[in-house]
């Protein structure tokens, strides 16, 4: 059986980095999981990569349909927006690895849906004044940079990520994600031995 690797960790932790370094390592053959939102396209965004980018309208639809495995729900600057990971027939934990960005409320859910064994947390750490700094770099490249957001994900990260509620589903240990390299290979290291077969003891199996 397979396992679904969640990234997680607050604004400017660099998630999308990792996620696209680890996405690139053909040896650990994982695949994608897209999510749905309801937010507007960036500019160098693409649909089915980064997201599905969907109305609130179909959003509505596929919760009415029973198809929302988890869902979050933002007050931003621009209005409401709308995240959620979809029982679309495109995780299949019998035939391969998984991975995609998750947050600390939507773990508990996936571990509902996909099995607590099956789901495996993977959160990022990174000190809140180089973390600042890479939010507001990020957002200068922009075209229309919005630093009122960039303000308001940043406060909303600290309660969102207590320690309290890391604690509540079920997260104790974070990887800094100070030097990318370092932080990728600690990740796989961690996907090759939570992906190695194991006897009935729990032990590695030697290939």
């Not at 919760?63 to 933002?74: D, L, S």
Request: proline content about 2%; overall charge negative.
């Amino acid at each position: 059986m397979g396992k679904l690797f969640c990234l997680l960790g607050k604004s400017g932790t660099g998630k999308d980095t990792v996620f696209r370094a680890l996405a690139d390592q053909q040896s650990l053959n994982l695949r994608l999981v897209v999510g749905y939102t309801t937010r507007p396209r960036r500019e160098f965004e693409i649909e089915g990569v980064e997201y599905h980018f969907v109305s609130e309208t179909a959003f509505a639809a596929l919760r009415e349909a029973g198809k929302i495995i988890e869902e979050r729900c933002y007050q931003t600057m621009h209005g409401v927006w709308r995240y959620a990971t979809v029982d679309d027939g495109s995780v299949d934990l019998s035939t391969g690895q998984y991975l995609m960005i998750a947050t600390p409320e939507a773990i508990d859910s996936l571990r509902a849906h996909f099995g607590g064994t099956a789901v495996v947390p993977l959160y990022l750490e990174v000190e809140d004044g180089l973390r600042l700094r890479r939010m507001l770099r990020r957002e200068g490249r922009r075209e229309a940079p919005d630093y009122r957001e960039v303000c308001r994900r940043f406060l909303a990260d600290e309660q969102d990520f207590d320690c309290d509620v890391l604690l509540q589903h079920g997260i104790s240990k974070g990887i800094s994600n100070r030097r990318l390299q370092d932080c990728v290979t600690q990740i796989t290291e961690i996907i090759v031995q939570s992906s190695a077969p194991t006897d009935v003891t729990g032990r590695i199996i030697e290939g």
